[in-house]
Structure formats: structure tokens, C-alpha cells
């Protein structure tokens, strides 16, 4: 290896300075990782973002602070009050898309979108970094109760994964259970192979 930005002389000398800077190189190397997770994990300990996708309803200000978005957050509010009074995430989402709200791409919301916002506990002000939870690190967008009822549901619904497949054909769906688990009872229909209604 010949550096053109070091004068390395091809003597003994030479050799022990070459020695000295691969060295210090590779020890430079192996410790600014180390640096970088120590430099995250303090803004982690301020709240500070430490980038990522950046949830809908939030901004960062100058100081790299969580902040909330005037025009989205009360939106991420809707969102949780209207599927704590029963809409399906399908209805939700696509009121946000009529509402022109957006994902952090600038793209439309899909029901992945929804289900991942009504999971996330950044809107009760949790700020999570690796094993760093900072309960009320960043304005809180939805109340701890309703986040609580939402999780109840959404928990509930997942018990019973095809139900969205009957939502607007059988009107006993989401009001008949299981008196076994407890799991909404739905109804399906298909064509068998001959092409028969089922």
C-alpha cells in the first residue's frame, strides 16, 4: 500500500510508522460506532429524535424535539376516537386518504398504515430507543384510556382475522361471538370448484 497523503521512508522506521498509523486507522474504525450508539443513546435519554420514519402527527423542530403537527395530529385523534366507536381500519383509512393525510413518503395510506398508527405508543408520549423507554418524552397525541380501549379492540378483532371479509354482506357479523373463545362469529362465502354457490 503506497499513501500519497504520508511521506513513509522504506527503512526500519518505515515500518514501525506504517505500523503506528494502520493502527490508530483501525482503532478509529472500531470506535466510532461505538460512538455514534453513545451520541443516540444521550439524545435518547433527552427525547430527542434520533431519526427514522417520522410518525404522522409529529415534526422536529430545530433541536431535534418531538413537536406536534398542527394539520395531522388531530387527524391521529380521529383515527383513534372513530375505531373506538367501531370503524373498521378500512373506513378509517380511507377517510384519511379522502382528507388528503399522507404517510411519511408522501404516499396514500394503506390499511398496513392504519393498523401500525393505532399501534403505536408514541401517541401517549412513550419515546422508545433500543432498551430506553421514556414515558411523556414527547407530546402525547391520544389519551392513555382511549389508546388503552383501542388496544382492547384491536386485540379482540384479531382473534378473528376473517372478519373484514363479511363486513358488508352479513349483518350479524361483529355481533354474534363464540361462546367458547369469545371470537367474533363471521360468515363466508366462495364458489366450489364446479363453479356452485356456497
Known amino acids: 500500500m503506497v ?57 422536529i423542530d430545530s433541536e431535534q424535539y418531538f413537536q406536534l403537527d398542527p394539520l395531522t395530529a388531530p387527524f391521529v385523534l380521529e383515527a383513534f376516537q372513530q375505531y373506538d366507536e367501531g370503524a373498521t381500519m378500512k373506513e378509517i383509512r ?7 393525510v399522507k404517510n411519511t413518503r408522501g404516499q396514500p395510506l394503506t390499511y398496513n398504515s392504519i393498523q401500525h398508527l393505532l399501534n403505536n405508543r408514541r401517541y ?9 423507554v421514556v414515558p411523556e418524552g414527547i407530546p402525547a397525541i391520544v389519551p392513555q384510556d382511549l389508546f388503552d380501549r383501542v388496544q382492547e379492540r384491536l386485540a379482540k378483532n384479531k382473534k378473528a382475522p376473517a372478519r373484514h ?13 363464540c361462546g367458547y373463545c369469545g371470537a367474533y362469529l363471521c360468515g363466508e362465502s366462495g364458489t366450489s370448484k364446479t363453479g356452485r354457490f356456497r
Open 165 to 177: 371479509k363479511a363486513e358488508d354482506d352479513y349483518l350479524l357479523t361483529t355481533k354474534l361471538f
Open 94 to 100: 380511507d377517510y384519511l386518504n379522502q382528507h388528503g
Open 3 to 59: 499513501s500519497a497523503a504520508e511521506v513513509i521512508s522504506d527503512g526500519a522506521e518505515g515500518i514501525i510508522l506504517e505500523s503506528v498509523l494502520e493502527g490508530y486507522a483501525e482503532c478509529y474504525s472500531a470506535d466510532l460506532p461505538e460512538k455514534v450508539v453513545r451520541g443516540m443513546t444521550e439524545n435518547a435519554l433527552k427525547s430527542k429524535y434520533n431519526g427514522g420514519t417520522l410518525p404522522i402527527g409529529y415534526t
Open 124 to 132: 401517549i408520549g412513550e419515546y422508545t430507543y433500543r432498551d430506553i
